[in-house]
């Protein structure tokens, strides 16, 4: 390597304050029409109950689709048809679009709430907090819970909802859970969606489940790494697709791998398997692409961000000793 | 009851009386499908304006007919719905827009061409899955041959409420707070977030050369913000949550430094 390191660290940090900006007050800027025209056309970015963005989650045009399109017309007609499937197809498709430029690096680069979630810790670490990790033996179990949601509240539910068999609260079940909708809203000076629904009992619980879990993981956040991007259920929806994008993280093996487990101190999602000697383990599940792992490793061309063929920035010695001058790998500044 | 001096025709007797003017009433027949019936004395034309502007408004040919509108996915977003009506002093314009679930370009332009002599613009439409709200503050243009209108007073019509003026500043801009939302009525229907919907007009009248303009927005609004909605659960279970969260803060098992 010659010259100065690339500073990824520093540059996800800008990316992802732009688009927080971006994704949080796009709409203010673009006007509300063109905020439409983004959602539309970026089918991944924030919440479609902020009122001035640039964005909405995939996940509603899935609870939307499964309940209203799928649920209803069957509860209606008693037919199950390959042409109700049809809105899901094309959301996939819009979804795909993006997806197959940014793979995972969404939930590491975009996503507003995984930003806040590493500002929290970062303010954790400010204030000399504790850190606490996943306890042993959790891992597995914890990963398993994103999947949950995903089948759950994003389309059982919906369905359950749209076919009658549950109350309309049902049909968009992880959006009234979604603590992204709680802080996407809260930062455009919203205080609306606080306000706890209590329509029915449906309303009130699931309601109630979003505020839990938005209040755990605001003050969680300060002392554990992205407490709510582990059981996310657009991360499980991501996951399903990591395969089908070019951009990917890979291992060449060093002999030394598993032995420093920087990389693993590094990771954000504590994925233990990015410090195995197995290349076919590094890119797992949880990974969001951020790219810390690369950076805090000390051996040559082990670990890389590929987009293809193309290395886009493979670890180095000198970005080891570059970044390891400023921060620890838990995130701690030095000095 | 007597609308712009017509007498009221069989089949009248049940027209509102929270407005003075006629109605479009608006059935939704699927996704991509509208249909339209002027619930008003039998004379005007029904047009419909695309979002698209290279789509050319459609006019129903047949006065006082109901108007069955169909839209394909890539032309539907708002689309402007506005009966017109010519006599020799008086010219009326009655406004809707209907929000189709599809994916189409923005109404901006659609917006920015005037459709009448005298009209009500939104400025903005609300979003998809956002509607006019009870309590809220939402902007209206008034245009006289696409000019703004200012000084001239823009009056709301709502089921169970006063009719109330707003006045449009130098911009002709009137800011139109919604009234409170009435009980339960036959006005009412449940929109996309189950919440209840009632119609309003906004009429505004002027006098040209002796000519006498109506113009009319309709659509309809909801509930204030926090309808059924309780913010002091929604921040005590917050903060029972932060509780929770507190408790990883503690030194102890499983803490580092």
């Known amino acids: ?335 | 009851m007597v609308v712009f001096g017509l007498p009221v025709l069989p089949g009248w007797a049940d027209l509102p009386a929270w407005t003075p003017h006629p109605l479009l009433r608006k059935e939704v027949k699927g996704r991509g499908e509208l249909r339209v019936a002027p619930f008003s004395p039998p004379s005007g034309e029904l047009s419909f304006y695309s979002p698209d502007p290279e789509t050319p408004p459609f006019t129903t040919t047949r006065v006082g007919e109901e108007a069955t509108l169909r839209v394909e996915s890539g032309k539907g977003n708002y689309h402007w719905i506005a009966l017109h009506r010519n006599e020799p002093e008086r010219e009326l314009s009655l406004a809707t827009v209907h929000f189709f679930s599809l994916v189409g370009p923005s109404p901006q332009a659609m917006l920015a061409v005037p459709k009448s002599r005298l009209e009500i613009v939104p400025s903005p439409l609300p979003r998809e899955h956002s509607v006019y709200r009870a309590e809220e503050a939402w902007d209206f243009l008034l245009r006289f041959d696409g000019l703004p209108l200012a000084g001239q007073v823009a009056t709301l019509y709502a089921p169970g409420q006063m009719a109330k003026g707003f006045r449009s500043d130098e911009r002709g801009v009137v800011h139109v707070v919604f009234p409170e939302f009435s009980k339960p009525s036959g006005e009412q229907k449940t929109g996309h977030s189950r919440r209840p919907l009632q119609p309003f007009q906004l009429g505004v009248e002027h006098v040209m050369a002796g000519r006498h303009f109506t113009s009319v927005f309709q659509y309809e609004y909801g509930p204030a913000p926090l309808f059924h909605r309780s913010p002091w659960m929604g921040w005590l279970v917050t903060g029972v949550g932060m509780g929770g969260g507190l408790l990883l803060w503690r030194r102890g098992r499983g803490a580092k430094r």
């Open chain 1, 1 to 335: 390597m010659t010259g100065r390191p690339f500073p990824l660290s520093r540059l996800r940090a800008w990316v992802q304050v732009a688009m927080f900006l971006v994704t949080v007050y796009g709409g203010v800027v673009v006007g509300p029409y063109a905020a439409d025209k983004l959602s539309t056309a970026l089918p991944a970015l924030s919440c479609t109950y902020d009122r001035q963005n640039g964005g909405w989650c995939v996940l509603r045009p899935f609870q939307h689709q499964t309940s209203h399109q799928i649920g209803a017309t069957v509860a209606r007609t008693g037919n199950v048809t390959w042409e109700l499937l049809k809105p899901l197809g094309i959301t996939l498709l819009a979804f795909f679009a993006w997806f197959v430029v940014l793979n995972k690096a969404f939930c590491g680069w975009v996503c507003p709430l995984g930003s806040a979630q590493e500002w929290l810790y970062a303010l954790g670490r400010r204030l000399r907090l504790v850190t606490r990790g996943l306890p042993a033996g959790w891992m597995g179990r914890v990963r398993a819970i994103k999947w949950f949601i995903l089948l759950v509240f994003v389309f059982v539910l919906p369905l359950a909802g749209g076919l009658g068999w549950l109350p309309g609260a049902a049909s968009e079940a992880w959006c009234r859970v979604c603590p992204s909708r709680l802080l996407t809203t809260l930062a455009t000076g919203n205080t609306e969606e606080m306000a706890l629904m209590i329509g029915d009992g449906w309303d009130a619980a699931l309601g109630a489940l979003g505020y839990l879990l938005f209040g755990f993981l605001v003050t969680a956040a300060c002392v554990m790494r992205q407490p709510f991007c582990r059981i996310c259920p657009l991360l499980a929806w991501n996951a399903l697709f990591k395969r089908l994008a070019p951009l990917r993280l890979t291992k060449n093996p060093h002999p030394r791998c598993g032995q420093c487990r920087s990389c693993h101190a590094a990771c954000p999602m504590e994925i233990p398997e990015v410090a195995s000697p197995k290349a076919g383990e590094v890119f797992q599940d949880d990974c969001t692409l951020c790219g810390r792992c690369i950076e805090f490793c000390p051996q040559e061309d082990v670990l890389r961000l590929k987009l293809g063929p193309v290395t886009l920035i493979h670890s180095h010695p000198e970005r080891f000793r570059a970044i390891s001058r400023k921060e620890l790998a838990n995130g701690d500044r030095r000095g």
